[in-house]
């Protein structure tokens, strides 16, 4: 099964659903703090404290280059400017572990993000996309050029499975270079995803869990210039990202889209139609409706199953 929706991550027997309703009073004030811990802190606080309440992550490898708090890229040993970091999607928070990691600032480019959820964010304001490939591509081209560490999830929605969505290929087109990441969450209680349910939610319904950890995990540098040259295809370099990081997770590597995606949960093509025409509004207090970490291009890369499916 590579889609399922709802919020629930146990089985609802009698019992754990008791413990479930029994623990969400000291799941509220404990998902509030961890919120507050996580706004005030630095990462280098935040993240002992934070681990101690039972909100762990784990760094499985470490980026292909020394890390840094400067946002400035001076001096031995400091990031590299300008940096296009891609992978995959498991919940709207993967940009934060991103920056966690690397100990330093990102910006993660968005198609809808709903204010609720720009408001708690610890990297501050996300940018939002446009599902344009021209405006999107300049978009993140201009982010680049000024030196920020951007980050992509060309699958354009989350998947809870072991499996990778198609990639779109528009991020092979904009660097010389990406870094591959490989995001894997575990979760105790609550998905802090959802297709039909309110999306603003999602971040604060992670929080809650009595126990949860991200795992992030740095791949090797995958060179795109041939692409920027015209001497490949960006799918095929899309193709190679997927391949990728779907070996070092494990994961199975299909041909599936946000839009199979939300056809099969919702109904819907994951775009908020208004008046019979679709509406891509620029922000939402609070919105049942996508709110997904997408590089924009619909233009699918093809690739064959790594595994054989089952999209239920």
Request: with cysteine.
């Amino acid at each position: 099964m590579v889609f399922h929706d709802g919020r629930l991550a146990f089985l609802p027997t009698p019992s754990s659903t008791l413990a479930m309703f029994l623990y969400l009073p000291l799941g509220v004030l404990l998902g509030a703090a961890r919120l507050a811990v996580a706004l005030t802190l630095p990462y280098r606080y935040s993240t002992p404290i934070l681990a101690a309440t039972g909100m762990s992550w784990r760094l499985k490898s470490p980026p292909p280059f020394p890390s840094s708090s400067s946002t400035s890229g001076g001096g031995g040993g400091a990031i590299r400017r300008g940096q296009l970091f891609v992978c995959n999607h498991r919940t709207l928070i993967d940009p934060v572990y991103v920056s966690v990691a690397l100990n330093h600032p990102v910006r993660a480019v968005s198609y809808s993000l709903s204010r609720l959820s720009e408001l708690i964010s610890p990297i501050g304001r996300t940018v939002r996309l446009a599902r344009d490939r021209a405006r999107d591509g300049a978009a993140m081209a201009e982010l680049l050029a000024k030196g920020d560490l951007v980050v992509v999830c060309p699958e354009g929605t989350t998947c809870r499975e072991p499996y990778l969505l198609r990639f779109s290929p528009l991020f092979a087109e904009l660097a010389d270079d990406v870094v591959p990441v490989g995001i894997a969450v575990e979760t105790s209680m609550f998905y802090a995803t959802t297709a039909g349910g309110l999306k603003c939610f999602d971040p604060l319904y992670y929080m809650v869990n009595p126990r949860m950890c991200y795992t992030v995990q740095f791949l090797e540098k995958v060179e795109t210039a041939k692409v920027r040259m015209g001497e490949m295809a960006s799918t095929e370099v899309a193709n190679v990202v997927q391949r990728k990081m779907g070996d070092a997770l494990g994961y199975g590597c299909t041909m599936l889209t946000r839009k199979d995606k939300y056809l099969m949960l919702a109904g819907n093509d994951g775009v908020v139609v208004a008046n019979g025409n679709n509406h891509r509004p620029e922000a939402s207090s609070c919105s049942s409706t996508p709110a997904v970490v997408d590089d924009a291009g619909e233009d699918a890369a093809p690739h064959k199953k790594k595994k054989k499916n089952k999209d239920n």
